[in-house]
T-cell receptor, first 116, second 112 residues
Framework: AQKITQTQPGMFVQEKEAVTLDCTYD???????LFWYKQPSSGEMIFLIYQGSYDEQNATEGRYSLNFQKARKSANLVISASQLGDSAMYFC?????????????FGKGTKLSVKP | GAVVSQHPSRVICKSGTSVKIECRSL??????MFWYRQFPKKSLMLMATSNEGSKATYEQGVEKDKFLINHASLTLSTLTVTSAHPEDSSFYICSAMNNEQFFGPGTRLTVL
C-alpha cells in the first residue's frame, strides 16, 4: 500500500531563515511522482514543486527545493528565505504512475508558522 | 497554470436536503476529475474519480448513493450530497487532470 508520512504537525521558523519540512513515503511502485502543495487558510491547494522518481536532480522552483533521497524514501521540502506569507499548511503527496488514474495520496500535513 | 473553479464556495443547508457542488476546468478539457474531502485540520481524502462519459470510481467506504457524481462534459463534474446530515459537513475539493492535477478553491459545506 502507498503511504505518505509527515511527522511534523507544526513548525515555526523565523522570517528570512530556511526551513525543512519532512516527508517520507512508502510504495512498491518503481515509477511515481512526489508533490508538495501549500494550503493557506483560504483553503485552495497551491502546487509548489514536483519530483519524479527517475529524476536524478533535486527539483527546484524559486525558493522551494525538494531534497529527494530515493534510498531513504524521503522527499523533504526546503523553503529558503522564509516570508510571512509562507505561513500555511503544507502537504506532501504521491502519485503512482503505473495503473492508476493519477489520483494523489496526501500526508497529514505540516502547519508552518513564520515569525516576524 | 490551468484554472479550476468550484461553485458554490460556501453552502449552508438543512439536514435532509441535497446539495450540488460544481467543478469546472476553465481553460482546458479534463477527462478525469477527482473529488476530495477534507475535515478540519486533516488531510485530503480521495472520495472518487470522475470520468467523463462513464461512471465514477468510488474509494472504499464512500457511499456512491449518497455522493452522486456526474461528469457530463469535458469541463464539468458535479458532486451531489444527497439527504445531507451534519456529519457530511466538510470541505470538499475537486481537481482536474491536465497532465498534472489542478485543484479548485474548495467548497465548505455546513449541514445544520
Amino acid at each position: 500500500a502507498q503511504k505518505i508520512t509527515q511527522t511534523q504537525p507544526g513548525m515555526f521558523v523565523q522570517e528570512k531563515e530556511a526551513v525543512t519540512l519532512d516527508c517520507t513515503y512508502d510504495t512498491s511502485d518503481q515509477s511515481y511522482g512526489l508533490f508538495w502543495y501549500k494550503q493557506p487558510s483560504s483553503g485552495e491547494m497551491i502546487f509548489l514543486i514536483y519530483q519524479g522518481s527517475y529524476d536524478e536532480q533535486n527539483a527546484t522552483e524559486g525558493r522551494y527545493s525538494l531534497n529527494f533521497q530515493k534510498a531513504r524514501k524521503s522527499a523533504n521540502l526546503v523553503i529558503s528565505a522564509s516570508q510571512l506569507g509562507d505561513s500555511a499548511m503544507y502537504f506532501c503527496a504521491m502519485r503512482a504512475h503505473g495503473g492508476s488514474q493519477g489520483n494523489l495520496i496526501f500526508g497529514k500535513g505540516t502547519k508552518l508558522s513564520v515569525k516576524p | 497554470g490551468a484554472v479550476v473553479s468550484q461553485h458554490p464556495s460556501r453552502v449552508i443547508c438543512k439536514s435532509g436536503t441535497s446539495v450540488k457542488i460544481e467543478c469546472r476546468s476553465l481553460d482546458f478539457q479534463a477527462t478525469t476529475m477527482f473529488w476530495y474531502r477534507q475535515f478540519p485540520k486533516k488531510s485530503l481524502m480521495l472520495m472518487a474519480t470522475s470520468n467523463e462519459g462513464s461512471k465514477a470510481t468510488y474509494e472504499q467506504g464512500v457511499e456512491k448513493d449518497k455522493f452522486l457524481i456526474n461528469h457530463a462534459s469535458l469541463t464539468l463534474s458535479t458532486l451531489t450530497v444527497t439527504s445531507a446530515h451534519p456529519e457530511d459537513s466538510s470541505f470538499y475539493i475537486c481537481s482536474a487532470m491536465n497532465n498534472e492535477q489542478f485543484f479548485g478553491p474548495g467548497t465548505r459545506l455546513t449541514v445544520l
